[in-house]
């Protein structure tokens, strides 16, 4: 369910963004648009199948805790 | 409006003051954690101080690299490969802000109001609306945000200045109760949620001049900065020591505010800055980060990256936070806040150093202006999609199916009631009844034929363990699913309450739809159940009718100490103060005459009084003050607004006929305060009570001349001050007896010398049972009514016994 409104969504965005994209011949914002669209869409693939994905709050935790430990 | 191509100085200032409206109207991560909640509005300030110049400092910046935006500048400054990796940097922050924004709003949403909504739908609208209104450039935001900031500011001034009956200030002090070192933690969060308006780095070059990039920075930060702490404030005012604990605090401040008993569910106007200025704010973000990206990989145009973006950012709002603790978290203290605060800081500073070495080479090169000429309509389809988010409802209530509980009553068990069906399995002694009553919608309309009559209540009674269990019990037997914001009323039995009431409480401050406002009643020698048998002869339903003798009595007499959940809860958790609440009792009651005529109702069994204040110590119920003692109560702390005494009338006038020498003085205004007087070595407390009142003549039994008798005056302001003086010793002598601080003494000595509480607060209860008041009383007579004199019985002379 939740599989099919994501690419439901990425369809729309799709032909909403493309065709004008092509007519101008916007290659690199073609291929940019392209990029991001097809990491927001396996990043959240992927959490919906349940296989764990990046969580940037740990790399933010991390930096932190490394942050805290320079001053003592 | 007029479409100006360039951003002006109160557009910019818009934009960066609704960058701060989340964390103000929703989470207030300041307030997360803290052990107390008075100083915050010190950290608030400290660090609008703090931030005036770091902000500035950002501004002055891209004033100085001639309005270009931070990618252009650190580009320009740091070479090709290093400027695009702080670049970059700036892209995954921005993400993560505008993850940070939509989490927000949709987890507010979600634990405010509509609770069964699953949070993707919020985050989805949310995003693809904010998307829709970045694709169409800064302009377009600029001016949404000129309109919303202006209704944003409103509406939390409104926010804050409308739960006037509620707030007290004292509940400020004391100032700094833990010194300043706890002010730290919050004053960093404050200050990295202020380095979030570093997004006007790319505004900038949409600017119209240097000067207003400048002045719109330095009058965003100090608006949000007084708003701020004028916010926490209002918060702490309200909530107490309670205010810390709360999840959506601006939120709950909203949901207290009643307009005269009649306009409530005001909560509309926070919900209304989630939509509008979280909306725009995470448009502005996710405008920062396409174009920020756009520039980084030399595209000509931004737009297509916008919706692609917002996927991204609604994937890292669900997979940045499992739940809430975690997302509370993440924004105070060291965590989160503190790295990407460093990272600005440290960016700005390379930044500043690098230029400055590079001063003498370079001259910075012009503004690059890729603005679009947004269209007014584009501007009302976006505002049109937004209203359309709010009000569209998932988990949407429909009147006819609801059914509004008007009155709840708490008691022990005496086992299973005849409307329980599922067994409530588990220690007998641990299960508690919940009483409801519910309005029959049906039976209060009056159509054509008049009131209905039958009885516009049902009340039913169901057991369970928890507060919750019962409430859901109730739907085993309710065809409409029971509303809790119109709860007047919070009465609990005699029995349940010795045995302690917090444990019921939790859910009254956690549920969404029950109300902080609603009025707390101890039922004197009986049972919840048996006062909902009760009814008000002029009132169609006991709730109603109950809120209304409460009224009436605490305007008459002031015999009668009232208090809502919000009080209850701050005197239980504040240190040195015990709760007190209504006292109510059942009068059995039968008619001494057989009803006939139109007049067919269903027999009234008892009705009920007012009177007196249950006292409690800590949470449990451990004696009652009766209405003599409760005004008494009332005159110390201030509450009395009118009331009746009968004192003697002078002696010459009383000699005239013992049997009419009672004179009734009228309370028209009183004050009470109390403040502790603590000898110097803080071993020996003293409590200095003053009340003053004004007072007029409202009946007179013996002859009195007003006007001639000049100590007639003097001489009833003296009995008045005795009585006033005996009501309040009488009340503070039954709560030394009792041994609970309803007054809350130790709190104000708590509130003006925090370091002697630190040492008497062990021994509290027994100082506070051998504390000698030192009650002042001054009373003003000032009126006579609308008489000068009495009239005399005229005597004529004759037969009869004569004088």
Excluded at chain 2, 310 to 317: E, S
Excluded at chain 2, 671 to 685: E, M, N, V, Y
Excluded at chain 2, 759 to 766: L, T
Excluded at chain 2, 775 to 781: A, D, M
Aim: aromatic share 8%; net charge neutral; hydrophobic share 50%.
């Amino acid at each position: 369910m939740n599989v099919i409104g994501l690419v439901l969504v990425l369809a729309v965005v799709c032909l909403y963004e493309i065709p004008s994209l092509v007519r101008q011949k916007l290659w690199r914002e073609l291929a940019a648009f392209l990029c991001v669209s097809g990491l927001a869409f396996t990043l959240a693939l992927l959490m919906m199948i349940g296989v764990d994905t990046p969580n940037p709050l740990t790399w933010l935790e991390a930096a932190a805790k490394w942050i805290v430990s320079l001053f003592g | 409006m007029t479409i100006s191509h360039k951003t002006t100085a109160r557009q910019l200032g818009s934009i960066l003051l609704l960058l701060r409206v989340s964390p103000m109207t929703l989470t207030m991560p300041m307030m997360i954690g803290m052990p107390s909640s008075q100083g915050l509005w010190i950290a608030a300030i400290a660090a609008t101080v703090i931030s005036v110049p770091l902000v500035a400092w950002m501004a002055a910046l891209c004033r100085a690299e001639g309005l270009d935006d931070v990618i252009g500048i650190s580009r320009r400054l740091l070479g090709t490969i290093v400027g695009s990796a702080v670049g970059w940097l700036f892209v995954l922050y921005w993400l993560i802000l505008a993850a940070f924004e939509l989490r927000s709003v949709s987890e507010a949403y979600v634990t405010g109001v509509m609770t069964a909504t699953p949070i993707m739908a919020f985050m989805v609208l949310t995003a693809l609306v904010s998307a829709g209104i970045a694709r169409r450039g800064i302009r377009l935001i600029a001016m949404m945000c000129e309109l919303i900031a202006l209704l944003i500011l409103v509406s939390v001034l409104l926010t804050m200045v409308m739960p006037l009956d509620m707030i007290q200030l004292r509940n400020l002090l004391p100032v700094l109760p833990e010194g300043l070192r706890p002010l730290a933690s919050p004053t960093v969060t404050a200050v990295s949620l202020f380095l979030d308006m570093v997004v006007l780095m790319m505004i900038a070059p949409s600017m119209n001049s240097g000067r207003g990039l400048i002045r719109g920075t330095i009058w965003s930060v100090l608006v949000s900065g007084a708003m701020l702490a004028s916010l926490l404030a209002a918060m702490n005012a309200v909530f107490g020591p309670l205010s810390t604990a709360l999840e959506l605090p601006a939120f709950i401040l909203t949901q207290v505010i009643s307009i005269g008993a009649a306009v409530e569910r005001l909560e509309v106007i926070t919900m209304a800055s989630w939509t509008f200025g979280v909306g725009l704010a995470l448009a502005t973000i996710l405008w920062a980060a396409a174009v920020a990206s756009a520039r980084l990989l030399n595209l000509t145009c931004y737009e297509p990256l916008v919706y692609p973006l917002g996927g991204l950012t609604v994937f890292l709002a669900i997979r940045m936070w499992p739940d809430v603790g975690n997302f509370d978290r993440s924004v105070t203290g060291i965590s989160g806040g503190l790295v990407t605060s460093l990272f600005i800081l440290a960016a700005l500073a390379i930044l500043t150093v690098a230029r400055w070495l590079k001063r003498r080479t370079d001259g910075g090169s012009g503004p690059t202006g890729g603005d679009r000429r947004a269209r007014n309509v584009a501007a009302i389809v976006a505002m049109g999609l937004i209203i359309s988010l709010s009000t569209g409802c998932w988990s949407r209530k429909e009147i006819e199916t609801l059914g509004f509980v008007v009155a709840t009553g708490i008691d022990t068990s005496l086992g299973a009631t005849h409307w329980d069906g599922t067994g409530s399995d588990g220690d007998p002694g641990k299960l508690m009844q919940c009483t409801v009553q519910v309005m029959k919608p049906n039976s209060i309309t009056s159509g054509e034929r008049g009131p209905s009559l039958e009885r516009p209540f049902w009340g039913v009674a169901v057991t369970g363990r928890t507060m919750m269990e019962c409430v859901r019990k109730l739907s085993e037997v309710s065809p409409r699913v029971l509303y809790w914001p119109h709860n007047r009323w919070l009465v609990i039995g005699e029995e349940y309450a010795k045995g302690g009431v917090g444990k019921m409480l939790d859910f009254w401050e956690r549920n969404q739809e029950t109300r902080l406002r609603t009025s707390v009643g101890v039922v004197a020698g009986g049972r919840a159940w048996d006062l909902f048998q009760a009814e008000f002869e002029l009132e169609r339903t006991p709730s109603e009718g109950g809120r209304k003798v409460a009224i009436n009595v605490s305007q008459k007499l002031s015999t009668v100490v009232l208090a809502t959940i919000n009080d209850f809860v701050v005197a239980m958790a504040s240190e040195g103060i015990d709760p007190i609440a209504v006292r109510a009792e059942i009068i059995p009651y039968t008619l001494p005459y057989e009803v006939t005529g139109d007049v067919v109702r269903e027999e009234v069994k008892a009705t009920a009084r007012l009177t007196g204040a249950s006292v409690f110590r800590g949470d449990k119920l451990v004696g009652w003050l009766d209405g003599r003692e409760a005004r008494g109560y009332n005159w110390v702390v201030g509450k009395v607004k009118s009331a009746l005494l009968v004192v003697d009338a002078p002696g010459q006038s009383v000699e005239l006929d013992p049997m009419a020498s009672l004179i009734g003085l009228e309370i028209i205004r009183a004050k009470g305060t109390f403040k502790p007087k603590i000898s110097d070595d803080g071993r020996d407390i003293k409590m200095g009570v003053q009340i003053s009142a004004e007072a007029s003549i409202a009946d007179a039994q013996p002859y009195v001349d007003s006007y001639t008798a000049a100590d007639l005056w003097t001489f009833l302001e003296r009995q008045l001050e005795e009585a006033i003086k005996s009501e309040a010793m009488a009340s503070i002598r039954k709560a030394q007896e009792l041994q609970a601080d309803v007054f809350g003494f130790g709190r104000e000595v708590y509130r003006t010398n925090p370091r002697v509480w630190k040492q008497v607060k062990d021994q509290w209860y027994e100082i506070f049972a051998g504390l000698e008041p030192e009650i002042e009383v001054s009373v003003n007579i000032v009126r006579s009514g609308l008489k000068v004199r009495s009239v005399k019985v005229s005597e004529m002379g004759g037969a009869g016994e004569g004088r």
